[in-house]
């Protein structure tokens, strides 16, 4: 694996030496996949007499490992790729391994000759896997008749290609503000202003990518530039992916109807530690009520301040929210987020954040400038651990034409002890990547870095397995945002800050002094924001949790803003549109709270003024990390913890916020993102 020839690379990589692929080259390489998935299968079928794991389970989780790689890879290209027509073809194969892997969860000759196996004598994590892939055969309908299972055959390849559409409208749609009078870029950054030149005509040109929209969001002082800015931003793909989404959520509960469950939500959560839909519901309940007064108390405060500002001012709407929140922050906490960029321009953020990942878990990066990547902005870095190669890692950072607009962690090949090391790609859209420009990041944007460093890690450090079904991260699904949400708080500590975070043109280390205004600054919010993410979750549960037939997803977008939100309803905010966790997360977008919260939890065991060194912190990698999803996440939780989450944790972290406006301070964990 150090040392890759040019076949070995062919083989479990679709590119070649040079990182490049065309069309037809990735076909011929997804085909033979799928070719070899097929013998593996048939391998397991041709088993007479008892079945073992070695003859038995071994190949059906060679399949398994056939099928996500090829699968994980097709829509890595489709995400990354520079050339449309190797996107497109990706695309297409994405649908193709898909259709394999559905087939294979309703396969009952499959099913039954797991079904068969002795276990009783298997280590935990090997009974662990085959009792969830028994009840995902069960949940997958692998009990019915043929005609049915042909029919939920039908049905969930139909969900796979309306899915892939849905986001490559998405990855593809790029709107576009013109601005005509320099003066409404005032507030901006000047390296914001300096990177967005006027053309001929005069105009200003900005997009909806990432790195050009927050900024507008945050620092223009144009009311009406930020209104522009957000409705551009929130009707991308729309109308498109209006009717994909209907159509999405009809299949979606036809296919929970033949199951027998009343709704998408109760199957998404089936198998899930959260169980049911009706516990979302009481967990969003909960935080709902937990964060209501303190919603109001912040709306109000920053409602107030803004009217000294702008007397005459009756009430803020959605798009006016950054920027008052800054504003705000800049007058009761001394701390103008602007003031913090500098310090953070996009290389040595990179370098500071691999350094710290690698002291804190034990491990070493190298970069490989010989492993193949699909275009130059990208990075490849072998894991060391203990002197041994255990992973790697690419970093795509930076938007391009095409790309995927989002920020994720990509799990590319699972990891298999003594068979195939783990690799996974981080996708972002971080400032940067231009010979002329430092990429100056908001301090929001390295919380999210450090987000995906957690995933990356889960992924690498629990990819050393048995399995490949239980490799990474592959706990329950409602378990992956923890170890993110984990590393996020790192970000907050000072001394860990001025070890990378340095001024971009003089060389000054982040002062203390500045990172403690940044930490109280940010806790301000966190009802807020506590509630958009309510927001978001209880839309998620709602248009899964109701017949789809007379479903609006406009009128429910409204309601459930107005219901959870204080600022006033933008017309025409169609956000659903480019809201691509309904894709993946479907209805489970409680993910991120349910986590945040045993997140919290687990950061507060840490030593607070010694994080990166004290011992806790290889304790929680050897037991959160390492055993990937080899155990239950309830497990993993009582295993660090010593008993299951509480929400003390969290609720000390959104009673911090009205702390800081007195003086008295935070302890400095925490954040609003
Ligand atoms: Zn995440």
């Not at 083989?11 to 692929?21: L, S």
């Not at 990432?210 to 530039?225: E, G, I, K, N, Y």
């Not at 969003?284 to 912040?298: M, N, P, T």
């Not at 429910?556 to 905010?573: A, C, Q, S, T």
Request: hydrophobic share 40%; charged share 25%; aromatic share 10%.
């Amino acid at each position: 694996m150090n040392q890759l020839s040019t076949e070995e690379t062919r083989d479990t990589h679709p590119w070649n030496a040079q990182g490049e692929i065309d069309a037809s080259g990735l076909e011929s390489w997804v085909q033979s996949r799928l070719a070899r998935q097929r013998e593996q299968i048939d391998t397991l079928l041709a088993v007479q007499g008892e079945k073992t794991l070695a003859n038995t389970l071994r190949p059906y989780d060679d399949a398994v490992a056939t099928l996500s790689a090829t699968g994980s890879l097709a829509s890595l290209l489709d995400s990354v790729y520079p050339d449309k027509a190797v996107r497109d073809k990706a695309r297409e194969l994405t649908q193709a391994v898909s259709e394999a892997a559905t087939a294979l969860s309703l396969n009952q000759e499959v099913y039954r000759a797991l079904a068969a196996m002795d276990v009783s004598s298997a280590d935990p994590g090997t009974t662990h896997y085959v009792s969830q892939t028994l009840l995902n055969y069960r949940l997958a309908g692998v009990d019915k008749d043929d005609a049915t299972r042909a029919h939920l055959r039908q049905l969930s390849d139909k969900a796979t290609e309306i899915a892939l559409t849905f986001a490559k409208h998405v990855q593809e749609n790029v709107n576009r503000v013109e601005v005509r009078d320099a003066a409404e870029l005032e507030g901006l950054p000047e390296d914001y202003i300096r990177n967005h030149p006027a053309d001929e005509h005069g105009v200003i040109t900005l997009t909806t990518d990432f790195p050009d929209m927050q900024p507008v969001m945050t620092f223009a002082r144009s009311a009406d530039l930020r209104l522009r800015m957000f409705r551009a931003y929130n009707t991308r793909a729309y109308p498109a992916n209006r009717q994909l989404l209907l159509d999405l959520l009809a299949v979606r509960q036809e296919t929970a109807t033949i199951l027998g469950f009343r709704s998408w939500a109760d199957l998404a959560t089936a198998n899930q530690m959260m169980g049911s839909a009706a516990n979302m519901k009481k967990f969003i309940g909960e935080l709902e009520v937990a964060s209501r007064q303190g919603a109001v108390q912040e709306y109000e405060m920053v409602l107030e301040f803004a009217r000294k500002q702008q007397p005459g001012l009756t009430n803020l709407k959605s798009s006016d929210r950054g920027f008052w929140y800054e504003q705000y922050r800049r007058e009761a906490f001394d701390f103008d987020s602007q003031s913090v960029r500098p310090f953070f321009p996009y290389a040595p953020v990179e370098q500071g954040i691999l350094e710290t990942a690698a002291r804190l878990f034990h491990v070493s990066f190298k970069p490989n400038k010989e492993a193949p990547v699909w275009h130059p902005q990208v990075s490849a870095w072998d894991v060391y651990d203990r002197g041994q190669l255990c992973g790697r890692f690419y970093l795509d950072m930076h938007p391009r034409e095409g790309k995927d607009k989002w920020f994720s962690a990509a799990p590319l090949i699972p990891g298999v002890a003594g068979r195939q090391l783990p690799e996974v790609a981080l996708i972002c859209n971080f400032p940067g990547g231009k010979s002329d420009d430092p990429g100056l990041m908001q301090y929001s944007d390295v919380v999210t870095f450090f987000h995906e460093f957690g995933h990356l890690m889960h992924a690498i450090l629990g990819g050393q397995q048995k399995w490949a079904g239980i490799s990474g991260i592959a706990t329950e699904g409602d378990f992956v945002e923890v170890p993110s949400q984990m590393l996020e708080e790192f970000f907050h500590d000072a001394r860990l800050l001025a070890s990378f975070a340095r001024h971009y043109q003089t060389g000054e280390p982040i002062p203390p002094a500045l990172v403690e205004r940044m930490n109280r600054a940010s806790a301000f919010g966190r009802a807020d924001g506590v509630r958009t993410q309510l927001f978001y979750t209880s839309y998620s549960l709602d248009v899964h949790n109701q017949p789809p037939e007379n479903l609006d997803p406009d009128q429910l977008l409204e309601e459930g803003y107005k219901r959870m939100m204080p600022y006033e309803w933008v017309e025409g905010n169609r956000m659903y549109a480019s809201f691509t966790h309904l894709i993946g997360y479907t209805s489970n977008y409680y993910t991120y709270m349910f986590d945040k919260v045993i997140a919290l939890d687990f950061f507060r065991q840490f030593d607070h003024s010694d994080l990166l060194d004290g011992p806790t912190a290889m304790r929680y990698r050897q037991s959160i990390l390492e055993p990937g999803g080899s155990k239950p996440g309830t497990q993993l939780i009582e295993d660090f913890l010593g008993r299951q989450q509480t929400m003390d944790a969290f609720a000390a972290w959104v009673g911090e916020e009205f702390a800081g406006a007195s003086g008295k301070g935070s302890n400095g964990v925490g954040h609003t993102a």
